[in-house]
């Protein structure tokens, strides 16, 4: 019986049958933990990406209100709390971190020319949210919840957008010889403007930035006379193009003088009335009346990258780009009437982004506002009592009709009134208008409104409510900083 006892004893010892099964229950469990583990994680990723979505979308929308006050609120407006426009369903757990959103000032943005000032104070916006995410097998190992973290910096702007065709109508009235004594730029009008005009072409794109040349320009095919007006020259692959206008009239044969460095004027001519709904504006001819000085150009830097403006452009000479040379005269003569060159300027935009598409069009007026010329012969033709264009009658309001035609075909209006006096516009008398307000309602938004109050002579009360910034030259460089859009940024930029 020993023996036999024994001899079931050793079988059973070597018998290793079933000893798979402790093992397999290992196993498993190891496998539902991984899987568990993987669910919980992929909800929690997920979670994140939608966080950070939202996070980055608060800022951006933050940022492009900037250098406008309301910045925090139209980026909580976007976050993921709940009411807010990013609120999800299966986000409800959502808070902004304390202190968040919030504008700030960045060294770095403002070198690049992204100034701080009121009442945004700021060039970026900062958002950080957080969420709790409830796990479903995580407690089984002690972990009930996880706190995810998203952060997002937009800048107020950078982000590149389409091609631009930009016309700027300068007025170069007699008056634009006048001294401006203010303390940001002591020199007469007409420098003080164009000294805002250079700011803005050396931020616009000639090409590619990402090529290291623009290459050799050309100019249009179909100009007039050459040496008499050479319609522009373009780089190939060209990408912002900048036309420039005056008013009043010059003739044809003596805009060179705008632009060759000479020590004369353009000969200025009576007032032209361009047709409100045409399409191309070709004035030929040496004795032509023009309001055109440079047709579109894209040669006024010779590469993205450049910091000074090109010498051998007519663009940046008219502009007073070149050392020695004085740029667009103001040789008046005509009074002040812009309905007429608003028309111009509209239907040569028309015809370059046809010839362009897929561009923008922005038209930038610069003026006191002051419309009312009663110099004898300076109209010929126009109706003497009507008020409607064209008319010696109403010439404010025939300038605010011009300009919000163009805004209704899509072009962006952009207006900076320069020294606009608190009284003028004396042929509107029904209703009455100030030059103030005829700028004004001329931009195509609010935040398309510019005023240099401080100017001599200027209204102190010609504000922009949107646009405080009185310099012309920060002027310009916050008009192309809005040609521009928000974008996101590392969150260690300083």
Not at 120 to 139: D, E, I, S
Not at 147 to 164: D, E, K, Q, R, V
Not at 191 to 206: H, M, R
Not at 386 to 400: E, H, L, R
Request: charged content about 10%; overall charge negative.
């Amino acid at each position: 019986m020993k023996i036999a006892f024994k001899s079931r004893i050793s079988r059973l010892i070597k018998d290793d049958r079933g000893q798979v099964l402790p093992m397999m229950a290992a196993l498993l469990v190891a496998t539902v933990a991984t899987a568990a583990l993987s669910i919980d994680l992929g909800r929690a990723y997920f979670g994140y990406r939608e966080l950070l979505a939202s996070t980055q979308a608060a800022a951006m929308a933050g940022a492009s209100v900037l250098p406008n006050a309301g910045a925090v609120a139209a980026a909580t407006s976007y976050s993921s709390l709940t009411g807010d426009n990013n609120a999800l369903a299966n986000m409800s757990n959502v808070s902004m971190v304390s202190g968040y959103p919030q504008v700030v000032c960045l060294k770095t943005l403002s070198n690049d020319g992204m100034s701080c000032v009121a009442p945004g104070n700021g060039n970026a916006v900062q958002v950080k949210q957080q969420m709790v995410v409830n796990l479903f097998f995580a407690p089984i190992f002690g972990k009930k919840t996880l706190t995810l973290t998203a952060m997002a910096t937009a800048a107020m702007s950078g982000a590149i957008t389409s091609p631009y065709n930009v016309a700027i109508v300068v007025d170069t009235t007699h008056s634009m010889n006048d001294t401006d004594s203010d303390s940001q730029c002591s020199t007469t009008r007409i420098s003080c403007a164009l000294a805002g005009v250079k700011i803005l072409l050396q931020g616009l794109y000639p090409c590619s930035a990402q090529l290291a040349t623009c290459g050799s320009a050309t100019n249009n095919a179909n100009v007039g006379s050459p040496g008499i007006f050479p319609g522009g020259a373009n780089v190939p692959d060209s990408v912002d193009r900048v036309s420039l206008f005056a008013f009043p009239n010059v003739t044809m044969g003596t805009i060179a003088d705008d632009w060759n460095c000479g020590s004369t004027s353009p000969t200025n001519e009576p007032y032209t009335f361009p047709s409100a709904t045409a399409t191309s504006y070709a004035p030929s001819g040496s004795s032509t009346p023009t309001y055109q000085i440079v047709a579109y150009s894209s040669d006024y830097r010779t590469s993205d990258t450049a910091t000074s403006l090109n010498a051998v452009s007519d663009a940046a000479i008219a502009a007073g780009g070149k050392s020695g040379c004085n740029g667009m005269a103001a040789p008046g003569g005509e009074g002040t009437y812009y309905a007429g060159v608003i028309y111009a300027a509209q239907a040569s935009l028309v015809a370059e982004q046809a010839a362009n598409p897929g561009s923008k069009n922005v038209m930038i007026v610069v003026s006191d506002g002051d419309a009312g010329t009663t110099t004898s012969g300076a109209m010929p033709g126009a109706s003497t009592t009507s008020g409607t264009y064209p008319s010696t009658k109403q010439q404010c309001a025939q300038a605010v009709t011009a300009a919000k035609a163009a805004t209704t075909a899509g072009t962006r209006v952009i207006t900076v009134a320069y020294g606009a006096e608190s009284s003028g516009c004396g042929t509107d008398t029904s209703p009455a208008i100030t030059p103030c307000q005829t700028m004004e309602d001329m931009a195509s938004d609010s935040q398309d409104f510019y005023s240099d109050y401080t100017a001599t002579g200027g209204d102190s009360s010609c504000i922009s409510a949107s646009q405080p910034t009185t310099s012309m030259n920060q002027i310009f460089a916050d008009i192309l900083t809005s040609f521009t859009k928000p974008r996101l940024i590392p969150n260690n930029t300083n």
